[in-house]
């Protein structure tokens, strides 16, 4: 989090608490000030007030945010995928920041994986759905304090990128099934998420896997979220910078009969390859953490755990 959304998120909670802070604010907006420090000043309030009008839409239906597009939840999104054997791809917050020409944790930005990121968001497809995080379209008021800090201070920047690409007209999946325990309400319960994760498990059922990955990704795994799959074949390549082999690994996924369904843990190239396997005739899919995702779940780690905290390290 930069200097400027840390800013943010203190000037959110000092007017949500202190009322002699908002009438200081209220003052100050009326005299003349340091410009930069007006910047400043008047960026936090436009972000305060963009992140209650998505916060209270769902409470308040007269709040109607300015800008909204149509995602389906976790549930819907999981039906549509078992009865819909189909290609799907995802777009969370690594890839905006690739968007935004910013580098992530486990891929440096580059232009082109930028342009066809964007172009992915744009498109508009029946190939291959495209999923993106919903979080930042609802109230945040269900989500743990770590998530809730993060959707408040990231969303309006979140939703800048997709009102400027997305297709208003196009219906999105939820991108986060595959890192949904971390995700999830606070409310959850544990027969909730047995029943999630059986959906999720009867994805890969009866099917041939072709999974890439870098080489240590399932080093930690214990439990197997393939485990109904009828076979599984692993192709490994870098778990950092996965873009700059995107033309060797699309050409060894090439190798592979149709038969078999693509999977992709490569961070945003896993969203470009998915995209661009689908025009070509293959089932491919972006499935993220999903692993790693199951694999907490079922150690009943908690949320707060040191293996939650390092769930989305680099591999």
Same mark, same amino acid.
Request: hydrophobic letters at 35%.
């Given at each position: 989090?930069?200097?400027?959304?840390?800013?943010?998120?203190?000037?959110?909670?000092?007017?949500?608490?202190?009322?002699?802070?908002?009438?200081?604010?209220?003052?100050?907006?009326?005299?003349?000030?340091?410009?930069?420090?007006?910047?400043?000043?008047?960026?936090?309030?436009?972000?305060?007030?963009?992140?209650?009008?998505?916060?209270?839409?769902?409470?308040?239906?007269?709040?109607?945010?300015?800008?909204?597009?149509?995602?389906?939840?976790?549930?819907?999104?999981?039906?549509?995928?078992?009865?819909?054997?189909?290609?799907?791809?995802?777009?969370?917050?690594?890839?905006?920041?690739?968007?935004?020409?910013?580098?992530?944790?486990?891929?440096?930005?580059?232009?082109?994986?930028?342009?066809?990121?964007?172009?992915?968001?744009?498109?508009?497809?029946?190939?291959?759905?495209?999923?993106?995080?919903?979080?930042?379209?609802?109230?945040?008021?269900?989500?743990?304090?770590?998530?809730?800090?993060?959707?408040?201070?990231?969303?309006?920047?979140?939703? #800048?990128?997709?009102?400027?690409?997305?297709?208003? +007209? @196009? &219906?999105? =999946?939820?991108?986060?099934? /595959?890192? *949904?325990?971390?995700?999830?309400?606070?409310?959850?319960?544990?027969?909730?998420?047995?029943?999630?994760? #059986?959906?999720?498990?009867?994805?890969?059922?009866? +099917? @041939? &896997?072709? =999974?890439?990955?870098?080489? /240590?990704? *399932?080093?930690?795994?214990?439990?197997?979220?393939?485990?109904?799959?009828?076979?599984?074949?692993?192709?490994?390549?870098?778990?950092?910078?996965?873009?700059?082999?995107?033309?060797? =690994?699309?050409?060894?996924?090439?190798?592979?009969?149709?038969?078999?369904?693509?999977?992709?843990?490569?961070?945003?190239?896993?969203?470009?390859?998915?995209?661009?396997?689908?025009?070509?005739?293959?089932?491919?899919?972006? =499935?993220?953490?999903?692993?790693?995702?199951?694999?907490?779940?079922?150690?009943?780690?908690?949320?707060?755990?040191?293996?939650?905290?390092?769930?989305?390290?680099?591999?």
């Amino acid at each position: 989090m930069d200097d400027k959304e840390q800013l943010g998120e203190q000037f959110v909670r000092l007017w949500n608490n202190n009322p002699i802070f908002r009438n200081n604010v209220a003052f100050l907006t009326q005299v003349p000030l340091n410009h930069a420090f007006t910047q400043v000043i008047n960026e936090c309030i436009d972000r305060m007030e963009d992140f209650y009008r998505y916060d209270l839409s769902q409470e308040n239906p007269a709040t109607t945010p300015p800008f909204f597009l149509h995602i389906l939840n976790v549930e819907d999104t999981l039906d549509l995928l078992l009865n819909n054997h189909k290609s799907f791809c995802r777009l969370a917050d690594g890839e905006f920041e690739i968007i935004r020409g910013e580098s992530m944790a486990f891929q440096e930005y580059d232009p082109k994986l930028a342009e066809r990121l964007s172009g992915i968001l744009q498109s508009y497809d029946d190939k291959c759905y495209v999923g993106l995080d919903s979080r930042y379209f609802h109230s945040t008021s269900n989500l743990l304090d770590k998530e809730k800090k993060f959707v408040r201070s990231q969303g309006r920047i979140m939703r #800048e990128v997709m009102e400027k690409f997305c297709n208003r +007209k @196009k &219906l999105y =999946i939820e991108a986060s099934i /595959t890192c *949904f325990y971390l995700h999830s309400p606070k409310n959850y319960s544990i027969p909730e998420y047995t029943v999630h994760y #059986e959906k999720i498990k009867q994805l890969f059922k009866n +099917k @041939k &896997l072709a =999974i890439f990955s870098g080489r /240590t990704v *399932f080093d930690n795994i214990k439990f197997n979220v393939f485990e109904y799959a009828t076979e599984r074949r692993h192709i490994f390549t870098e778990s950092k910078n996965a873009w700059r082999c995107y033309n060797e =690994i699309i050409s060894a996924a090439m190798q592979i009969p149709k038969d078999f369904t693509l999977c992709f843990i490569l961070g945003p190239t896993a969203t470009v390859l998915a995209y661009d396997l689908a025009q070509k005739g293959y089932t491919a899919w972006d =499935i993220g953490h999903i692993a790693k995702d199951y694999d907490l779940f079922m150690k009943n780690r908690g949320k707060d755990s040191q293996d939650a905290m390092k769930f989305f390290d680099p591999d």
